[in-house]
């Protein structure tokens, strides 16, 4: 393959340029810079690029001002401060005695056996009143004697077996078989 020399006022300048390049690169044809080019002036204004670095170096300047007096001032008023006092840390009010239990077992089973003595025994709760406590065997040997009271008989009570039809939505009564 023979090896073509450029033609031209410019050839031997074409020819030096390629000598720095690989040959066969997609980047050969900005290997150079042509004569007479430079930066496109349409693409950034430096007036406003500088403009706007000056507006954001002052905003930053009274940004931290600002909050530099903002925490002095945070600071002096803390110093002044007192402590607080809340509503109910004025008054001194304490749970009645006794405050802690000192046998928390033995209290139990103090508690459990007045309890069971009660259950197990005659006595008055209201004597003006008359009302008495008396054992639970002989409450419950006294209800199966005398039984529970019961509610007579309504006379507009349904009918057993009688339930509400649905599609009624229960004006009507019906009779299902069971």
Do not use: C
Not at 142 to 169: F, I, K, N, W, Y
């Amino acid at each position: 393959m023979a090896h073509h020399e450029p033609a031209g006022p410019h050839a031997a300048q074409t020819h030096a340029a390629h000598d720095h390049v690989l040959h066969g690169t997609a980047d050969d044809e900005y290997a150079f810079t042509p004569e007479g080019s430079s930066y496109e002036h349409t693409d950034a204004n430096v007036w406003v690029i500088a403009k706007f670095g000056i507006w954001l170096a002052i905003t930053a300047v009274i940004v931290h001002f600002g909050i530099g007096v903002l925490y002095s001032a945070l600071v002096e008023q803390a110093k002044d401060a007192r402590p607080q006092q809340y509503p109910l840390a004025t008054e001194s009010r304490l749970p009645p005695e006794p405050r802690l239990q000192q046998t928390p077992a033995r209290e139990i089973e103090v508690l459990r056996q007045s309890e069971e003595t009660r259950l197990s025994s005659y006595g008055y709760v209201d004597k003006e009143a008359g009302v008495v406590h008396i054992p639970v065997a002989e409450a419950m040997r006294l209800t199966l004697e005398r039984g529970l009271p019961s509610r007579t008989a309504d006379p507009q009570a349904p009918v057993p077996g009688l339930v509400a039809s649905d599609p009624s939505s229960g004006r009507v009564m019906e009779r299902r078989k069971q």
